[in-house]
């Protein structure tokens, strides 16, 4: 019995006929093809076919600019890490945090870190002329081995979620008052929300990302958009490409917000909660204002990170000399340490 039903088997696999596009793989069935004209006629249709779908696939590419950096050691992959664009002029490009996957290797994680980072920074293209890290502020290895290779410490910024806020409580402040200046972006009110955001960013991070109304696009959503009161912007909520698998949104406020707004800014912060419950709001830490409302509004801080910039613009800065006009004050000023001290790079081993 079980000899006749794997013979049907055979027979049923035998005569199973399938239907696929003729392609360059196909070349062992064009071998037992006898007739000559016929085969070339096959073989021509064949890559014809094939180039056919290399167009497709090279155009996905083009769309699909990420890259992913593998670090190898005998026949496994011991870590990687993902690099992409941050605006479409590609001139700034993102590293993400490095991953180890196998711990029983000869590299330390900071070696390791080391040659993922190297290696992204020099296979990127003529364009690229920044490239920028995120990492948390306790991160004393990504931030001293970035630093190794020319990233310098930039903002720091802090991660909020509503898992505090009282669902009851934003429910009810929905249904109280909607608030209908909150809108959408869209090709109207779009070069006022680019105005907004590049005016309220720092000089150098604006130059670095550098972004335009494309870039703007990308990050609009249906929980981005911007709060528009008497033909002027004062707030938006817009999707943060820096962060590829996780909801982060990037929260912005005029430098000119009057306290009197708070009430309106608590509902659209409430009615963003209620929307997408999982994701996380991201502030810049100088802006104290806003910071210390999030906390009286009960947002839970999740954490905080630092911006580590690689880029000309800096080395430029770096390199300029005093000029003579200037004060001694100002001169010892630029000498004495600022802010948050950062793990510093150790030196540079050369064999």
């Known amino acids: 019995m079980k000899q006749n039903r794997s013979k049907f088997l055979k027979f049923e696999n035998e005569t199973k006929v399938t239907y696929e596009e003729l392609h360059i793989r196909h070349i062992n069935l064009l071998i037992d093809i006898k007739n000559k004209d016929l085969n ?29 950096i593998i670090a190898i050691n005998g026949k496994k992959i011991i ?30 994680r900071r070696e390791l870190t080391l040659g993922l980072i190297k290696k992204s920074i020099s296979i990127t293209g003529i364009k690229t002329s920044s490239w920028l890290i995120n990492s948390e502020i306790n991160n004393n290895d ?4 970035a630093r190794q290779l020319g990233f310098q410490p930039s903002e720091e910024i802090k991660l909020w979620n509503g898992n505090n806020l009282n669902s009851s409580m934003k429910e009810s402040i929905l249904g109280d008052n909607l608030i209908n200046e ?24 604006r130059n670095i990302l ?28 817009l999707k943060d490409i820096n962060y590829q698998n996780q909801e982060i949104y990037t929260l912005t406020i005029s430098r000119y917000w009057d306290n009197r707004l708070n009430p309106i800014l608590n509902e659209i912060i409430n009615r963003f909660f209620v929307r997408s419950p999982f994701s ?9 204002q806003i910071n210390s409302f999030l906390e009286e509004c009960e947002l839970q801080e ?14 430029n800065e770096a390199k300029q000399i005093n000029k003579i006009n200037q004060s001694i004050e100002s001169i010892f000023q630029k000498l004495n340490p600022q802010g948050t001290p950062y793990p510093s790079p150790l030196p540079l081993k050369y064999k």
């Not at 990504?142 to 081995?145: A, D, Q």
């Not at 033909?231 to 909520?237: A, F, M, P, Y």
């Open 302 to 315: 999740v954490s905080q990170e630092i911006i580590l910039l690689r880029n000309t613009i800096i080395k």
């Open 40 to 68: 070339n006629w096959f073989l021509k249709m064949a890559i014809i076919n094939t180039f056919d779908d290399l167009k497709i696939f090279l155009n996905n590419l083009r769309k699909n600019k990420n890259k992913c």
């Open 182 to 205: 909150f809108q959408e972006i869209n090709k109207e009110n779009l070069i006022k929300v680019v105005n907004f955001i590049r005016s309220n960013q720092s000089p150098l991070i």
């Open 142 to 145: 990504l931030i001293s081995t």
């Open 79 to 108: 870590g990687y890490l993902n690099i992409f664009p941050l605006n479409t002029k590609e001139t700034c490009l993102k590293i993400s945090k490095p991953k180890l996957i196998n711990k029983n290797c000869s590299l330390t």
């Open 280 to 288: 996380i709001l991201k502030t810049y830490k100088d802006n104290f």
């Open 210 to 237: 550098d972004f335009d109304q494309k870039d703007i696009l990308k990050r609009n959503n249906s929980n981005s958009g911007a709060l528009i009161f008497n033909n002027s912007v004062l707030c938006t909520i």
